[in-house]
């Protein structure tokens, strides 16, 4: 039986191997479903890089890089001109094959969801910014249909959804909205702080990425963002208040949001 380790998979997914390796590592993918999964992305990175490579852009030679190479030699100034025409074009192929290269080991490595968590980070920040302007619609959902809104919210991330309360730490629960991140839900609870109805503040949940992650703080358009995983289910506050603030609310909010 073949042994499925990563340069076979490789080697495997590019036609490497002879017709009994790969007709050994086929059947040894019949009873491996984690090498199967790794085949299906390292099939799928190709297929990125493939499609890179259809750009017309890659297709044709350039007459001078054909002619540098076809003509006899010249005197180095004249090589010089047509290797300055040539350079680029090879630079972007070098390019294009380091990113299936890394982004092949990659998901090798697990991460199935690559930079998940740095997406949801800007499309948070650039979300909340906009919402955070209006007057009557920061909030599909208001505060008076909380029940409604953990119902709704809690369907869509396949668990329970309790609102916070942080009135402790000065903050009104407005209500809430759905956004959409990589195709996945992402509820958000937005609250107020007094006097400040366009600062407001959101924790965000989204689901799909998988393992943990700890604690980490960022800023992004203007705003501050406190990000964690667990369980799963990816964590963001996001808003006006500092970076310290945001951290100490993460774990506050932590242990309550891990036992829902």
Known sequence: ???????????????ELDAAQMHSVARALERDPVAQEKVRLLRLSASLVSAVFRDPAYQAVPPALAASVMAPREPWKTRLRHWRVALPVAASIAAAAMLYG?????????????GFSERLLDEVADYHVVYAREDEHQVEVSAK???EIEAWLGERLHRSIAVPDLSKDGLTFEGARLLVVDGEPVAQLVYLPPNQPHHPLALCISFGAPGEEALTSDSRNGVNLALWRRKGYTYVLVGWADRPFLTKLAHQLAPALDAI
Not at 1 to 15: F, H, I
Not at 102 to 114: K, R
């Open 1 to 15: 039986m073949a042994r499925l380790d990563d340069a076979t998979l490789v080697a495997y997914v590019d036609g």
């Open 102 to 114: 890394s982004y092949s080991i990659g998901l090798l490595q697990g991460q199935q969801t690559p």
């Open 145 to 147: 249909h909380q029940a």
